[in-house]
């Protein structure tokens, strides 16, 4: 069997929330806490939850774009920590990003032709002409913009401007986050798309961070639901949507929206706002939302373990029936078109 492209093993994260006062120490958060995943080559991989959970940091911990406090991430069967700088330069060229705000991805005085020749230029590639012209067209953008501004274009052109400079130098993984949360459903559709080709073409690999269950229905092979920093729920695409094993997922699916909202059968529901998370419950983070939760869920946190073919971290996973929450549109597949 062969080892996973990217691996994270127990990662976490803190930020200070605030700044000290003489009196008033710096309270400190946990974006990411405890978080273990891997990508298989060719694969991708959805990271889902609510604004808040952990997600962007997540990627930034597997890009190493930020230090992990604890755990380790290794790429290729490559530690990401104590890298010297050649080392670097080398790796960094194999795992690329597109970040959440494309409007701050790009420099507003140069054309699209001259940023997406930038890294070849930096990681001084040769004949990097030809290659610019090849990625463009691979992300099929029209000669005539490639002398443009960024802000002559549309948001689905921003975006595959933004593609074209991360494949530039042939990159094995792509970390995305929410990249097409901005663009209105037609361009998202092609965008995706898109992503899938070039998935199947190039062989790439990604780690698609998004809200948008619908998309990730799309894309995705796997798929990782956080909540506060924790990793509750982990399945292969078909079973997280068909079966989903925690409250927390089957509360995300029926939150999809429906053509005939009256036509949904009665299912419970999660209330209230994502706690704060300078305090976090104890035991179980969701339990002040579920309705499923007992004592021993305010007491005790759970664990991830196998359930079949997810792997679940909830006291209840067994015992009661998630699925039931879900409303009958999610079960049809939903494609674009």
């Not at 405890?34 to 080559?41: D, E, F, I, Q």
Request: hydrophobic content about 45%; proline content about 7%; aromatic content about 6%.
């Amino acid at each position: 069997m062969t080892s996973p492209l990217l691996s994270a093993k127990d990662v976490s994260r803190s930020y200070v929330a605030g700044r000290a006062g003489w009196f008033r120490r710096v309270p400190r958060f946990r974006a990411v806490d405890g978080v273990s995943l891997h990508v298989n080559r060719g694969e991708t991989v959805g990271i889902v939850g609510e604004s808040g959970c952990g997600k962007s940091t997540l990627a930034r911990l597997l890009l190493a774009l930020a230090r992990t406090e604890t755990g380790t991430v290794t790429f290729d069967d490559i530690d990401l920590s104590g890298l010297s700088t050649a080392e670097w330069r080398a790796l960094r060229a194999r795992m690329q990003c597109v970040f959440q705000d494309t409007g701050a991805s790009l420099d507003p005085r140069l054309t699209i032709r001259t940023q997406v020749r930038e890294p070849l230029a930096i990681h001084r590639r040769p004949d990097p002409a030809a290659r610019t012209q090849a990625v463009l067209e691979m992300v099929r953008l029209g000669a005539h913009l490639w002398d443009r501004y960024p802000h002559e274009l549309s948001g689905g052109q921003v975006q595959r401007v933004i593609l074209a400079r991360a494949l530039a130098l042939g990159p094995d993984l792509l970390v995305l986050d929410e990249p097409v949360s901005a663009l209105d459903v037609s361009i998202q559709a092609q965008i995706v798309n898109l992503l899938k080709d070039l998935q199947e073409e190039l062989g790439l690999a990604y780690v698609f961070v998004s809200h948008d269950l619908g998309v990730v229905r799309h894309i995705a092979d796997r798929v990782y639901v956080m909540y506060l920093g924790q990793v509750v729920e982990h399945a292969p695409k078909a079973d997280f949507f068909a079966n989903p094993r925690h409250p927390y997922s089957a509360a995300l699916l029926a939150a999809i929206p429906a053509a005939d909202p009256e036509a949904l059968p009665k299912r419970a529901v999660i209330t209230g706002d994502l706690p704060s998370p300078l305090a976090p419950p104890t035991g179980c983070r969701f339990h002040p939302r579920c309705p499923h939760a007992i004592a021993r869920c305010a007491a005790e946190p759970p664990v991830l373990r196998r359930l079949g073919e997810h792997e679940v971290a909830c006291h209840r996973s067994e015992d009661i029936n998630p699925v039931a929450l879900v409303p009958r549109h999610i079960a049809a597949k939903r494609e674009f078109a």
